[in-house]
Nanobody
């Protein structure tokens, strides 16, 4: 099994910045794609940013130019740098990883427990 633990959420004023981290641990053979999703109250969970194992990225239109996703494969960690935050960025942010725990096992999707980001106006 693979465990994901997020950190770095909190309360920030509009225009401010936060950096989220998500560390994977447990039985890990290979981590493929990683990503950040968010879910605001009353809304569906949506993709914020995605990064492949070789570093290719893509972003939701709403965060392009403001958020940056990166990863440290040696540390099995993915980051989300969030700048110029807006009140509409308020949500619970979830880390996702597609990973294989053994060489012979299938890849599965794993989720973190979520971290709250609140942006005040």
């Amino acid at each position: 099994q693979v465990q994901l633990v997020e950190s770095g959420g909190g309360l920030v004023q509009a225009g401010g910045s936060l950096r989220l981290s998500c560390a994977a641990s447990g039985s890990i053979f290979r981590i493929n794609d990683m990503g950040w999703y968010r879910q605001a109250p009353g809304k569906q969970r949506e993709l914020v940013a995605h990064i492949t194992s070789d570093g290719s990225t893509n972003y939701a239109d709403s965060v392009k130019g403001r958020f940056t996703i990166s990863r440290d494969n040696a540390k099995n960690t993915v980051y989300l740098q969030m700048n110029s935050l807006k009140p509409e960025d308020t949500a619970v942010y979830y880390c996702n990883a597609n990973a294989r725990s053994r060489p012979w096992s299938n890849s599965n999707d794993y989720w973190g427990q979520g971290t709250q980001v609140t942006v005040s106006s």
